[in-house]
């Protein structure tokens, strides 16, 4: 087992005590419905509703070997927004653990239409589907910074079918909506993305 599965797998468990809803996003994400790739970290977004539910998760994950890290504020709606874990555990040392509450204002939407995947052998989760894997790597794309995400975005956009990509429009309107776009105008740099995918 790699660290990354073992990472997953004590996360697993951590949310699933605290009967919390959750989703795999991010790289391992994207590898179960697209294209394998590495990753480093793991990415989890959880469903709550409130700061309250999100401290009690992070309390839940720290009983489970997690340290916390580091955390961001959405400012606008002065909600915990991501917290980042590490681990002592020698099994998964380098592996951090990027849990995501109010990162995107979907994260709700997201966990509910979450497919069970069996990510790696003997360990079932939910997996974000297509539409709200483009929506977030939308959301995240700096290609000076984070170039991974435009490729991403490529790979997803090869397996998304219409119905993932008018999933992936939704919620883009629903990041915007909620004041998460980042002073960004989402569904533009979203249309563009899909209309070169088209070409």
Known sequence: MT??????????????????????????????????????????AVAVDGDTQAEAALYRLQNHGFAVVSVVEQAALHRLATARLRSSDQR?????????????????????????????????????????????????????????????????LREATIDDVDEARGAVRLIEERGFSRGRRLSEEFEALVAKKAT
């Open 3 to 44: 660290r990354l599965e073992t990472a997953l797998r004590l996360a697993a468990e951590g949310l699933r005590e605290a009967r919390l809803r959750w989703a795999v996003v991010g790289g391992l994400a994207v590898s179960a419905r697209a294209e394998p790739r590495t990753t480093r970290d793991v990415d989890l």
């Open 92 to 156: 998964i040392r380098g592996i951090l653990v990027d849990i995501l509450f109010a990162s995107s204002g979907i994260e709700s939407e997201l966990v509910e239409r979450a497919e069970e995947i069996e990510i790696v052998p003997g360990l079932s989760v939910p997996v974000a589907r297509i539409g709200h894997l483009l929506a977030l790597k939308a959301l995240a794309r700096n290609d000076r910074d984070r170039p991974q995400d435009l490729d991403d975005i490529r790979a997803l």
